[in-house]
T-cell receptor
Framework: DTAVSQTPKYLVTQMGNDKSIKCEQN?????MYWYKQDSKKFLKIMFS???????INETVPNRFSPKSPDKAHLNLHINSLELGDSAVYFC??????????????FGPGTRLTVL | EDQVTQSPEALRLQEGESSSLNCSYT??????LFWYRQDPGKGPEFLFT???AGEEKEKERLKATLTKKESFLHITAPKPEDSATYLC???????FGTGTRLQVFP
């Protein structure tokens, strides 16, 4: 049973295109996240989201937007892709946003390459 | 500025050779820390959460400790399967450290 899954695993696209990455968790968690891991392997939070609150890292361009059709899904939409968007994107989930149970469970990652 | 720094950047150990990894931080209002392990091509995997200075957690060959300014991940008698990148992350602001890439040779 996969706890946090992402599709696609690899995504190759041209500059200027719009793309989406899907994320699903079957853990019954309340909070989901998107992270970006750059070429130097540095992981950075992009968004955290539950049904009450969306927290956006101020450094994330507004070309990136999370969309949650329901509690188990948090998709990442990216408009007008740029070369610098090339990275591995990880989805994660946790029981809470803060507090005792906020350790995160990560998906396998989506490697995005912008040509 | 909030910062989380890990050292060393890379560590090569012989099997059985114990060592420690460091995570130091300057984060306002820090409420605790996570430790994760990341294998190549995979997402981070949760190891420990630490909430207050003086707290310690253990799991097999790993022990994590927390002070007011830093955390240590002690690895006792490591095995090759412990090879991975180890990451610390602050609670609340979810800032990841720079990571320590550990290689354990038989």
């Amino acid at each position: 049973d996969t706890a946090v899954s992402q599709t696609p695993k690899y995504l190759v696209t041209q500059m200027g295109n719009d793309k989406s990455i899907k994320c699903e968790q079957n853990l019954g968690h309340d909070t989901m996240y998107w992270y970006k891991q750059d070429s130097k392997k540095f992981l950075k939070i992009m968004f955290s989201y539950n049904n009450k609150e969306l927290i956006i890292n101020e450094t994330v361009p507004n070309r990136f937007s999370p969309k949650s059709p329901d509690k188990a899904h948090l998709n990442l939409h990216i408009n007008s892709l740029e070369l610098g968007d090339s990275a591995v994107y990880f989805c994660a989930s946790s029981q809470e946003r803060r507090g005792v149970d906020n350790e995160q469970f990560f998906g396998p990652g989506t490697r995005l390459t912008v040509l | 500025e909030d910062q989380v720094t890990q050292s060393p950047e890379a560590l090569r150990l012989q099997e059985g050779e114990s060592s420690s990894l460091n995570c130091s931080y300057t984060v306002s209002g820090l409420r605790g820390l996570f430790w994760y392990r990341q294998d190549p091509g995979k997402g981070p995997e949760f190891l420990f959460t630490l909430y207050s200075a003086g707290e310690e957690k253990e799991k097999e060959r790993l022990k994590a400790t927390l002070t007011k300014k830093e955390s240590f991940l002690h690895i006792t008698a490591p095995k090759p399967e412990d090879s991975a990148t180890y990451l610390c992350q602050t609670h609340d602001k979810l800032i990841f450290g720079t990571g320590t890439r550990l290689q354990v040779f038989p």
